[in-house]
Structure formats: C-alpha cells, structure tokens
C-alpha cells in the first residue's frame, strides 16, 4: 500500500468520524475536528511563509545589494508591527500596539471605501439602470426591488405628537415590499446552499461506497 | 502623553487612509489632481502601504497560528479537560510544518509530495464532510422555521425555498416550475442580491468615510 493509497483510506475514516455526528456529539467527531483544526493551522503557516513572508524578505532584508539601506528597513517595518501589535496585551505598552492597528485600519479602510464604490456601487448600480433598457417590464421591476430594499434598509423615521417614532405610511408600504424581496431572495440562498451541500454530501457517500465496494 | 499617542494614532489613520484612497482612485485624467498625484508619486507610496499592510496581517496570522499551538501546549502541560485533542491539534499542525521542511530540504522526496497527499486525501475529506454535513442543519433549520408560528415573511421565505427546490428535482417534463424559477432568480433574488450588496457597499463607504475623516476612532482603544 503507497502513500496515496493510505490517503485516501485516512480520508475514508476521516469522513466517516465526521458523519458519525450525525448521531450526535461524539468523541470521534471531536478527533477528527482537532485534526482538521491542526493540519489547517500548519497549511496556513505554510502558505503564509512561502507565498507572502519569504518573497518579501528575498525582496529585501535578503538582498541588500538590490534595495540598499532603504529597502532594508522598509523589509523591518513590517514585522515591528506584528511585534508591537504584541504588546497590546500589556497595559503600560499597549498603547504602542495601537500605532499597528492604526496602519492596519488606515489601509484597510482605504481599500475597503474604493473597493466598495468601484466593485460595488458603480457596477451595480449602472447594472441595475441598464436592466430597464434590456427588458422594459422585468427591467423595471428589478428596479423597484432594488429601490424597495434599500429603502426597508434606512431607519429614518419621525417623532409623532405622542411622543412614539413611526416611519411615514408610503416609506412602510415600500418597505415592506423591500422586506419581501429580501425575504425571498434569502429563501432562494437558502434553498441554494441545501442543493450545494446535498452535492457534496452525495459526493462523500459515492467516495465511501467506492472506498467500501474498492471502486 | 497618553493624548498625545491618540492625536498621533488618529493623525496617522487620515494621513496613511487618504493618501492610499488618492494613489487607489486618482487616474490619469484628472486635471490638477492627477498632477499632484503625479508629482509626489502618491501611487507609489499608496502601493508601499499596501504591500507594508499585506506583510503585517500575513505576520499577525502567524502570531494568531503561534498563539493557537501556545494555549494548547499550555492545555496538555496543565492536563486540562479534553487536553487529548489538544495534544492532537499541535502534532497535526507540527506535522505538516516538519513534512514541509524535509520536503524542501530534499529529505523526503515522491510524487506527489506527502504534504500534498495530506491535503488532499484529509485536509478536504474533513472538510467535504462537515460541508456535507450543514445539509443536515439547513433541513432542520428550515423544517423548524414554520413552527413557532406563521408569518408572511416565514411564508415567501418556505415558497422561494420550494421552488428552488422543487425546480431543481430532474423531472420529465419541468415546464412551468422551472421558468418560475428561472424568473425568481433572475427578477426579484437578483433584485434583493444586488439591494443588500448596494446596502452593505453604502454603509462601508460611510463607516470608510467616518475613519478617514477622524470621527470613528474606535481603533484607539
């Protein structure tokens, strides 16, 4: 039996220890959930030092002569982030981790913001405008679910003589029309993500019955 | 001074967010702006932030990784409850870092490489499973909606969640079923996809734009 073969009767009993949960919590679904947890922490270590970490230092703590004094202290600055992030567990120094997630939240945001309006608002809503064109009638009523949704999204609403906050009538009727897109479109994510993991689930039982009947 | 760490950390939230922002949106053909841009090579800087903020969060996984394998050393030292899986979950990450190391360094040799063996045969078994197994939790999930009373948000939710269903079915003759659900997947899901994207794409910018003008500044904490 090669290494390939074991493979794959690993996974055959892999599989069966997670299903086994199907009958409820069990000590053999723990076992396999601390492995999977395991073998996933030292994936991304492994990703996370070869694709990201060692191209970063071969491009410049480790060739001086490319970068000069500049690039190598460029290539320092991000690991005296990670340190000093490690000091936000310490009530004297934490206030310095804080410059790290200062730099982290400035950058993250920023691509956060342009990505949000250039990959969402822009495309979805020149989308939504063009569906009219394409097909006046489900067009327009693509449109009316857009508008209805964000609209069931905003909270503004008034303070009554009495004192009680109400949404304006047309502003609830629009609204709930939005709640009843929303609702359906969930429901059909839902139904969705049944069918996906009904695929995978059928997937496992033919790769157990191929394990079992040696297919 | 502890005021003075807060203006420097709220300073350097706007400088480094704009200045990203402008060297991420502005192009060639802004007039002024391109040419400020241009002048003080704002995309450059822009793209070393980036790399610089790429670098850190991969660093901060591996303090997060490093951390994960310290608490469950500290467990199996200690021989708390469930210290077993513990003991499990180090020698299965350490197991895939020393198979990697001997790989690279040529002691362990084979094709396909083990590491990949153990990806592939258990890595994505287990996860094919536990995803094979939320097939089970969505059933219940659905079937325990209706019980505890009926609305008509329950109500649309349970008919869209048929029809997908019921569509999906490899019926003879599907017809009228599986234009009902062609059309609810193109016209109102499309239109509540693209609504609550719209939605969380303007409350980003909002959230983006409250940060980099200074007004939330719940990273100081």
Redesign the interface.
Known sequence: MN??QI??W???V??LM??S??LGDNILY?????????????????V??EG??LP?LRGTLLSPGAVGVGGQI?GI???V??LL??LKGSPRLG?LG?????????????????????G??LP??A??GSSVRIDLV?GF??????????V??QYLARRQPGGEIRRGLVVRAIGAL?????????????????????T??S??IG?ILARITGG | MRRLGAVITSALVIGIGLLTVAGLVVGGDLGWLSAIVEAFRIRDISSIFLQLATITAATTILIGILNLLVVHLRRVGRREKGWGYSLLLVLSALAVIVLAVLERAGVLKGEPALTTILFESVQVSIESALAGLVLFALVFGAYRLMRRGVSWPKLLFVLALLLVLLAALPLSAPGLLTSARDWLLAVPVSAGARGILLGIALATVVTGVRVLIGLDRSYRE
């Open positions: 290494a390939e493979g794959l690993a996974g055959f892999f599989t997670i299903f949960y199907i723990r076992l396999a959930v601390y492995v999977f947890a395991g073998l996933a922490a030292g994936y991304i270590t492994l996370t030092v990201v970490l970063w460029l600055v991000p690991f982030l990670g992030l490690l206030p804080n410059l790290a997630i200062a730099f982290i939240v400035a950058v993250g945001t920023a691509v956060a913001l342009v990505g949000a309006i250039t969402t608002l979805l809503a989308a939504t489900n009523l693509i449109f009316i679910g857009v508008s209805s949704t964000l069931y999204f939005g709640q009843g897109v929303v609702v359906v479109t969930l429901g059909a994510i839902y139904a969705g993500a049944i069918l996906t993991s009904l995978i689930f997937e496992r790769f």
